[in-house]
Nanobody, 125 residues
Framework: QLQVVESGGGLVPFGGSLRLSCAVS????????IGWFRQAPGKGREGIGC????????LYTDSVKDRITITMDAAKTTVYLQMNSLKSEDTAVYYC??????????????????WGQGTQVTGSS
C-alpha cells in the first residue's frame, strides 16, 4: 500500500506555470503508477496523466498533454506535475493518486486505488 500527499498549490497567474509535488511513501512493490487528476467546481474528475514506477512510461490526457510534464525523482519518492500556460479552466483541486499493478504490466491507463487530500490551484488575472 502506498500513501501520497500533494503540495504546491496556490494562486497562479493566467499564462503562468505551476509545479505540484506528490510525496510517495509506504511499501514499494514491484510495479506501480503515480498520477494526477483534478476536479473543478461543479464538475467531475478529470484525469491529467500518470507515470510508471520505472519512470520510463508516462500517459497524458489529450486535453492537457501539450502543457504538462509528469516526472519522478531518482529516489522514486516524489512525483511532479509541471503545467505551463495556465488557463481559467485549470482552476481546480489537484489530486495525486496511486495504483499498484501486477509485475510486468504495461501501463495503458491511469487508474488509482487511493489518493491524497488534494491541493487547490487557482488561476488569477
Amino acid at each position: 500500500q502506498l500513501q501520497v500527499v500533494e503540495s504546491g498549490g496556490g494562486l497562479v497567474p493566467f499564462g503562468g506555470s505551476l509545479r505540484l509535488s506528490c510525496a510517495v511513501s509506504g511499501i514499494f512493490l514491484d510495479y506501480y503508477a503515480i498520477g494526477w487528476f483534478r476536479q473543478a467546481p461543479g464538475k467531475g474528475r478529470e484525469g491529467i496523466g500518470c507515470i510508471s514506477s520505472s519512470g520510463r512510461k508516462t500517459l497524458y490526457t489529450d486535453s492537457v498533454k501539450d502543457r504538462i510534464t509528469i516526472t519522478m525523482d531518482a529516489a522514486k519518492t516524489t512525483v511532479y506535475l509541471q503545467m505551463n500556460s495556465l488557463k481559467s479552466e485549470d482552476t481546480a483541486v489537484y489530486y495525486c493518486g496511486e495504483k499498484v499493478w501486477a509485475r510486468y504490466t504495461t501501463l495503458t491507463s491511469c487508474e488509482y486505488d487511493s489518493w491524497g487530500q488534494g491541493t487547490q490551484v487557482t488561476g488569477s488575472s
